[in-house]
């Protein structure tokens, strides 16, 4: 199995930047991909950015395209979450999630939020 610690959450005011880490330990070996995903208050879990272990694709929601950017440290097990120009609708709780054992697309993973490993969330409030 895989376990994932999300850290980097945070307050920050709109048009701020942070940067969100995910570690994956365990069998990460076996971590097909590993993506973002928000729970924003009173809303259902959405995916932002899923990206492959092994190739490297990477897959955006419309609602973040060019402002979020996801990358991994393969060395490191970590996967970071890149947030630039931060809006107020980007308030939420930040969970990491990885396929372990599932072989699917990046695209399928982001926008099925059905994969059976979470990371316990980082709150992030977009707020002057």
């Known amino acids: 199995q895989v376990q994932l610690v999300e850290s980097g959450g945070g307050l920050v005011q709109p048009g701020g930047s942070l940067r969100l880490s995910c570690a994956a330990s365990?069998?990460?070996?076996?971590?097909?991909?590993i993506g973002w995903f928000r729970q924003a208050p009173g809303k259902e879990r959405e995916g932002l950015s899923c990206i492959g272990s092994s190739d490297g694709n990477t897959w955006y929601a419309d609602s973040v395209m060019g402002r979020f950017t996801i990358s991994k440290d393969s060395a490191k097990n970590t996967v970071y979450l890149q947030m630039n120009n931060l809006k107020p609708e980007d308030t939420g709780v930040y969970y990491c999630?990885?396929?372990?054992?599932?072989?699917?697309?990046?695209?399928?993973?982001?926008?099925?939020?059905?994969?059976?490993?979470w990371g316990q969330g980082t709150q992030v409030t977009v707020s002057s």
């Open positions: 365990g069998f990460t070996s076996d971590v097909h991909a």
């Open positions: 999630g990885a396929d372990y054992l599932v072989f699917r697309t990046v695209k399928l993973m982001c926008v099925l939020v059905d994969n059976g490993y």
